[in-house]
């Protein structure tokens, strides 16, 4: 009985020993010598600051002149994909992709000729919201596709 506690003893001692090898044998940023030590909770933090929030919103003016709003939903694609094949490149002034939007849109029967991203940045910062709203962007359809419908 006495050498069980022994060795009960002696294994818990040397995992507690085990735990001052990474701080003796410090590899900084390759901390490879106690697996959970190496754990990045705080890798990827950012120090204090402004917090942005930009957010888009696509209309658009059919032939008869109706206005919708423009969806993930409506286009068939996810939130990410939308945002990323079209948002994006809008906001950052791509005519091709809001033709390519357009084109995807116009199989229906009132079909759309403008398209209008608005997009509103909120700033959240230590004295409150700030509230910065950009130029409105307007797209219309390329003119060979007005000529065809």
């Known amino acids: 009985m006495r050498q069980r506690k022994t060795w009960i003893s002696l294994l818990i001692l040397v995992i507690l020993g085990l735990h001052a090898l990474p701080v003796i ?48 939903v409506l286009a068939g694609l996810t939130k990410p994909a939308f945002r990323n094949t079209y948002l994006v490149p809008m906001a950052r002034h791509d005519s091709a992709a809001a033709q390519s939007l357009l084109k995807r849109l116009n199989g229906e029967s009132d079909s759309i000729v403008t398209i209008r991203l608005e997009e509103l ?5 230590d004295s409150g919201v700030v509230r910065r709203d950009h130029p409105v962007l307007t797209y219309h359809v390329a003119r060979s596709e007005a000529l065809t419908q």
């Not at 901390?31 to 909770?41: D, N, S, V």
């Open 25 to 72: 044998s410090y590899q900084a940023v390759a901390q490879t010598r106690w697996p959970f030590l190496a754990w990045a909770m705080y890798a990827r933090s950012f120090p204090p600051g402004p917090i942005q929030v930009a957010q888009r919103r696509v209309l658009g003016t059919t032939a008869s002149g109706s206005e919708l709003e423009i969806t993930p």
């Open 121 to 125: 940045t909120l700033t959240l910062t």
